[in-house]
Nanobody
Framework: QVQLVESGGGLVQAGESLTLSCAASGRTFSSYTMAWFRQAPGKEREIVASISRRGFSLYYIDSVKGRFTISRDNAKNTVLLQMNSVKPEDTAVYFC??????????WGQGTQVTVSS
C-alpha cells in the first residue's frame, strides 16, 4: 500500500496558475500509475490527468488539455499537477490516485481548489 498526501490547493483567480503536489510513501513509487481526479459539488468524481509509471504515457481530460500538466519525480516520490489559466469550472476537490501492477488503488484525502471569476 502507498500513502498519498496532497498539498497546494487554495483560492485563486481565473487566469492564474496553481501547482498541486502529491507526496507518496510506502511501496516503490515507480511501480504505480498515478493520476489526479477532481470532484465538484454535486458532480461525480472525474479523472483529470494520468501518468504512467515511468512518465512516458500521459492522459488529460479534454477540458484541461493545453492548460494542465501532470509530471512525476520517481526519485522524490512525488507527482505534480501544474494548473495554468485556471477557470471557475476547475473549482473542485482534487484527489491524488495511485494504481499498482495488481490493479490495487489508493487515494489521497483531497485538496480544495477554488477559482474565483
Amino acid at each position: 500500500q502507498v500513502q498519498l498526501v496532497e498539498s497546494g490547493g487554495g483560492l485563486v483567480q481565473a487566469g492564474e496558475s496553481l501547482t498541486l503536489s502529491c507526496a507518496a510513501s510506502g511501496r516503490t513509487f515507480s511501480s504505480y500509475t498515478m493520476a489526479w481526479f477532481r470532484q465538484a459539488p454535486g458532480k461525480e468524481r472525474e479523472i483529470v490527468a494520468s501518468i504512467s509509471r515511468r512518465g512516458f504515457s500521459l492522459y488529460y481530460i479534454d477540458s484541461v488539455k493545453g492548460r494542465f500538466t501532470i509530471s512525476r519525480d520517481n526519485a522524490k516520490n512525488t507527482v505534480l499537477l501544474q494548473m495554468n489559466s485556471v477557470k471557475p469550472e476547475d473549482t473542485a476537490v482534487y484527489f491524488c490516485y495511485a494504481k499498482d501492477e495488481f490493479e490495487r488503488t489508493n487515494w489521497g484525502q483531497g485538496t480544495q481548489v477554488t477559482v474565483s471569476s
